[in-house]
């Protein structure tokens, strides 16, 4: 199969089932609001047993529950263990929202399953003299602090999402890694309910490893620079340089397909790159699967 002349190979992606807190970040100024957006979301690092989280969307003030520039990000953990989710969650909250000036955190959930309640492991950084008020319809904890004050809604939900939906994009040349990915990669800001929180990842990764204490690690098959030394093991097809990664994670089974079919879209419009694969696990690991071939 061919789409704008690239070769779309016949494969697919594994996914996986998630817990996702969909929230509503705001601040005084655009400028706060970018940096405590990306810093809250990155580390993606679900791999090792924490949070993968991303931007779905920056918001104009007549979009945000206070009338304040604001982005809404999606936090996923791929394990059951509820507790852990709320202290890593707490983290990215903590030294990523809290700490710069005028930010306040609203829940955004569709479709919650559930609620995670704030004050235990944010709230209570007020060390005891934290208060609830109703503020724009909203139960909201004000957390004092030294530039007054941080104010997070008591309650966010939760729901289940889909993550690790992904697309290889092999190139000839390294133009086409940053400016076929970067193409894609603002074709998929504009589906709405997904992320992508790796942005461009230039490595992807394999279950299987020497040295389990440091997790998953390179997929080694597919690394352009060992395509000599592997031989016949090597999987890099003829005249490939580089295969970047497109990682994606959404709300829906629906908008992950939506969303990789933009992303594929994009690139293949692009001379250097040669084709298009994604990552799986034989079917082995994920919930489900994505066939590119049916993405069309």
Wanted: some cysteine; hydrophobic content about 40%.
């Amino acid at each position: 199969m061919k789409i704008n002349g690239t070769i779309i190979e016949d494969t697919f992606c594994e996914t996986f089932k998630g817990k996702c807190v969909r929230a509503i970040v705001t601040a005084h100024d655009k400028r706060t609001v970018k940096r405590a957006a990306y810093d809250a979301t990155s580390t993606p690092a679900a791999v090792i047993g924490r949070l993968e989280s991303g931007v779905e969307s920056f918001l104009d003030p007549d979009m945000t529950p206070d009338s304040r520039h604001g982005a809404i990000l999606q936090f996923y953990f791929a394990l059951d263990n509820m507790e852990k989710f709320e202290v890593e969650l707490s983290y990215r909250i903590r030294q990523d929202i809290l700490v710069k000036p005028f930010t306040s955190l609203f829940d955004a959930s569709l479709e919650a399953e559930g609620y995670i309640d704030m004050m235990k492991h944010v709230g209570h950084c007020g060390d005891g003299y934290e208060w609830i008020e109703t503020i724009h319809g909203r139960e909201m904890i004000i957390v004092p602090i030294a530039v007054p004050d941080f104010k997070i809604e008591a309650r966010l939900g939760y729901q289940t999402g889909i993550m690790g939906a992904n697309f290889w994009y092999m190139c000839k040349d390294k133009e086409s890694v940053l400016e076929a990915g970067k193409s894609a990669i603002e074709a998929i800001s504009r589906v709405d309910k997904v992320i992508t929180p790796f942005d461009i990842c230039s490595a992807p990764s394999k279950p299987e490893t020497k040295y389990p204490w440091i997790g998953p690690t390179t997929n080694h098959p597919y690394c352009p620079s060992l395509k000599t030394r592997l031989g016949k093991e090597s999987k890099v097809p003829d005249g490939v340089k580089y295969i970047p990664e497109i990682v994606i994670n959404g709300l829906s089974r629906k908008k992950v397909i939506e969303a990789l079919r933009v992303g594929v879209n994009a690139v293949s419009e692009f001379d250097g790159v040669i084709r298009v694969s994604a990552g799986n696990y034989e079917g082995k690991l994920g919930d489900d699967k994505i066939f590119l071939h049916e993405i069309f």
